[in-house]
């Protein structure tokens, strides 16, 4: 007689069966965001950006505080010029370092900062002027005062939108459209038309209003326009003072920074 014959045991790469089903992989999570007052590198997206950044801005503080501490002269202006540069190039790479994580933790709103872009025009608008006016001062005499405060804000409106281009635009965070630019509608033209029907209206209100308070108080406040004396004058600080520098504060402000916060806060 022969012996029954048996199983074969099963081969020790299959697992006997336990009746359990292998619970499923769970999807990925997108990446934790880092900001830029955690300090670490790790887990980072763009960990040069956020090192450089940061290094640069520091240095560019610490040259302004030696600065601010009595340095002087021809040493204090250099040294102000380097942590100028300093500040501009650190404050830029940590707006991108932001940017990158943001976008990365598929944020709506996947930009820099507000602050840090404003933090941004403030030292981009000091080293152009800096670096402008150092050979505009040697022809100063020349240039009529109308001129020159002409030219200092469109400088300014330049760096304001020069900033937004770079830090905001330029990574895709926003587009000029959704910034409000761009986009001419019959609504549009309403505000503008109405805007100039009230505006003979409320200067004539506000300067009785002005005149008043003068009388009452004997203290006549100096002009927010440095007086010229020409109507030249008058028409390039007009120009100035209502129309090149408003644009470029509204896209700054209205448009960029309210965008932001609208899709990182919401309405309220």
């Known amino acids: 007689m022969t012996e029954p014959s048996r199983l074969e045991d099963p081969p020790e790469s299959i697992p006997p069966s336990t009746g359990e089903v292998a619970p499923e992989p769970a999807p990925d999570a997108p990446p934790r965001r880092l900001g830029l007052a955690t300090f670490t590198i790790v887990g980072r997206q763009a960990p040069a950006l956020f090192v450089v950044g940061w290094l640069a801005t520091l240095i560019g503080a610490g040259l302004v505080s030696i600065v601010a501490f009595g340095v002087s002269g021809l040493a204090g202006d250099v040294v102000w010029l380097i942590a100028l540069f300093a500040l501009t190039v ?28 404003f933090l941004a025009v403030l030292t981009v608008s000091r080293l152009t002027g800096f670096v402008v006016g150092l050979p505009l001062s040697l022809v100063a005499q020349s240039i009529p005062a109308p001129v020159g405060d002409l030219i200092g804000v469109i400088l300014q409106g330049a760096v304001f939108l020069g900033v937004v281009r770079l830090m905001v635009v330029g990574p895709g965070a926003l587009r000029w459209g959704e910034m409000g630019l761009g986009r001419w509608s019959a609504d549009a033209a309403r505000g503008v038309l109405g805007g100039a029907v009230l505006a003979g209206p409320l200067i004539l209100v506000t300067s009785l209003v002005g005149f ?8 006549a406040p100096e002009s927010p326009l440095p007086p010229t004396g ?3 004058g008058l028409a390039l600080h ?7 520098a408003p644009v470029a504060e509204e896209v700054l402000f209205r448009g960029f920074a309210l965008t932001a916060w609208l899709r990182t806060g919401g309405p309220t």
């Open 90 to 117: 650190g404050l830029v790479l940590l707006g991108g370092s932001q940017a990158v994580e943001r976008r990365a933790a598929g944020d709506a709103y996947a930009g820099p900062s507000p602050i840090l872009v």
């Open 212 to 219: 008043v308070a003068v009388q009452l108080a004997g203290v």
């Open 230 to 232: 020409t109507a030249v």
């Open 238 to 244: 007009l120009v100035a003072g209502a129309v090149i």
